[in-house]
């Protein structure tokens, strides 16, 4: 489902140098697996999930997901394959203010096929604990909900691959865990792949497969030796 071989991203620095944040041999992610990526701050964790998802590139390497190679694909085709394709949950949840629960996941179709599925967009709200709540816009609703409301987006499209980016990092320790067995539950229902990046020691303890990203990024080792 998800593979990258020799994947190399670096950025400019003020002196006009380039500073590697990846630098990976071999990554990859079996179809159905779910996977959690821990590491410390500033490692890289965030960058692996833009350059997944082609909202950044590369410098160099191949990312292969669902068989399409990511790194080929034009800003365009790109933008569509990711809405098709990929599900997407952000720490800070990137919900359109002036929209209901319902109508940001509605919005997230739209990007996709271009039309809505009330009836998916509806069960999958009724699934996160929000049928009461469809018309609520984020600012009525709690931290908790938002991130339910952000699930449910994230997975309206059916994606085959759910990118999620601390997506308890913003949720009390209360409901840390509930979000992350709602989305792992529902993953698993409809067999999509996910890679889960969180702090937490406890979330990255609900995972089978732990996956540390200084062990198999080398822009990350070379980073924590120079500390050193």
């Known amino acids: 489902m998800?593979?990258?071989?020799?994947?190399?991203?670096?950025?400019?620095?003020?002196?006009?140098?380039r500073l590697t944040i990846l630098d990976i041999e071999r990554f990859e992610v079996a179809a159905g697996q779910q996977v959690v990526l821990v590491g410390r701050s500033g490692c890289g964790k965030s960058t692996l999930l833009h350059v997944i998802a082609g909202i950044s590139r590369p410098d160099s390497g191949s990312v292969r997901v669902d068989g399409v190679e990511v790194t080929r694909l034009g800003e365009a085709a790109s933008d569509r394959f990711r809405a098709a394709k990929l599900g997407y949950i952000f720490q800070t949840f990137n919900l359109l203010p002036g929209f209901s629960a319902l109508e940001n996941v509605l919005l997230?179709?739209?990007?996709?096929?271009?039309r809505h599925d009330q009836r998916r967009a509806r069960a999958l709200l009724e699934r996160v604990g929000l049928g009461h709540r469809l018309s609520h816009k984020p600012t009525m609703l709690s931290v908790g909900e938002q991130q339910r409301v952000a699930v449910a987006r994230a997975l309206a499209n059916r994606p085959r691959l759910v990118l999620a980016d601390e997506p308890?990092?913003?949720?009390?320790a209360a409901h840390?865990?509930?979000?992350?067995?709602?989305?792992?539950?529902?993953?698993?229902e409809e067999n999509i792949t996910l890679l889960l990046v969180t702090h937490s020691g406890d979330v990255a303890g609900q995972f089978d497969r732990i996956e540390r990203l200084e062990e198999f990024n080398r822009a990350a080792g070379a980073m924590a030796t120079a500390r050193f």
Do not use: H, W, Y
């Not at 997230?108 to 271009?114: D, E, L």
């Not at 308890?168 to 009390?172: E, H, K, M, R």
């Open 108 to 114: 997230g179709m739209t990007f996709a096929r271009g």
């Open 176 to 188: 840390q865990q509930q979000i992350v067995e709602l989305i792992r539950e529902t993953c698993r």
């Open 2 to 17: 998800l593979e990258l071989e020799n994947v190399k991203k670096s950025f400019g620095e003020p002196g006009g140098g």
């Open 168 to 172: 308890t990092a913003n949720v009390d």
